[in-house]
């Protein structure tokens, strides 16, 4: 079960484990902002609520919150399929504009692409191939991702939203 942790001024900078949200609570860090209604933490101690969305006590200053480019990711970002056929087996990333012709190990030059895709379009962009790019890529934000999560709870959503911001 996660966490969704914001900052002291409500803005989501992270997604963490239940020990770790209700340890920063515990130690007085942060706060419960939402938690599970007809679920609480027994301990020999007492009683917790299971905290959902936790906020920093502090605020924490993020320069700029990036998702890391990897292959995990761009899968991700992609919906598992292929960002030409749609197909869900065989995955791997494509450079859109090849690196032989100077593109570039960019988020938006990488695509999730299947095998058969992949070597259709070998060393060539795609309309030389004669493919057509199902999905743009781009760079995802911090927010985007956490709606992404599989593991993402309805309390979340007003947070990673632009609606309550």
Same mark, same amino acid.
């Given at each position: 079960?996660?966490?969704?942790?914001?900052?002291?001024?409500?803005?989501?900078?992270?997604?963490?484990?239940?020990? /770790?949200?209700? =340890?920063? !609570? %515990?130690?007085?860090?942060?706060?419960?902002?939402?938690?599970? *209604? &007809?679920?609480?933490?027994?301990?020999?101690?007492?009683?917790?609520?299971?905290?959902?969305?936790? /906020?920093?006590? =502090?605020? !924490? %200053?993020?320069?700029?919150?990036?998702?890391?480019?990897?292959? *995990? &990711?761009?899968?991700?970002?992609?919906?598992?399929?292929?960002?030409?056929?749609?197909?869900?087996?065989?995955?791997?990333?494509?450079?859109?504009?090849?690196?032989?012709?100077?593109?570039?190990?960019?988020?938006?030059?990488?695509?999730?692409?299947?095998?058969?895709?992949?070597?259709?379009?070998?060393?060539?962009?795609?309309?030389?191939?004669?493919?057509?790019?199902?999905?743009?890529?781009?760079?995802?934000?911090?927010?985007?991702?956490?709606?992404?999560?599989?593991?993402?709870?309805?309390?979340?959503?007003?947070?990673?939203?632009?609606?309550?911001?």
């Amino acid at each position: 079960m996660n966490v969704l942790v914001l900052n002291s001024d409500f803005k989501p900078i992270n997604i963490t484990t239940l020990r /770790r949200g209700f =340890n920063l !609570v %515990y130690k007085g860090r942060a706060e419960i902002v939402d938690h599970h *209604k &007809n679920n609480s933490i027994e301990s020999s101690v007492g009683h917790f609520k299971r905290p959902s969305v936790i /906020r920093l006590i =502090n605020y !924490v %200053y993020l320069p700029f919150k990036k998702v890391p480019m990897n292959k *995990k &990711n761009i899968f991700k970002r992609d919906g598992n399929e292929c960002g030409y056929c749609g197909s869900k087996t065989n995955l791997t990333l494509d450079h859109i504009k090849p690196k032989s012709k100077g593109g570039e190990h960019t988020w938006d030059n990488l695509i999730t692409c299947c095998k058969k895709c992949n070597e259709k379009k070998d060393d060539l962009t795609p309309s030389q191939a004669g493919l057509t790019m199902r999905i743009k890529p781009y760079r995802p934000t911090f927010n985007e991702f956490a709606l992404l999560n599989k593991n993402k709870l309805d309390s979340w959503l007003k947070f990673l939203t632009d609606d309550y911001r």
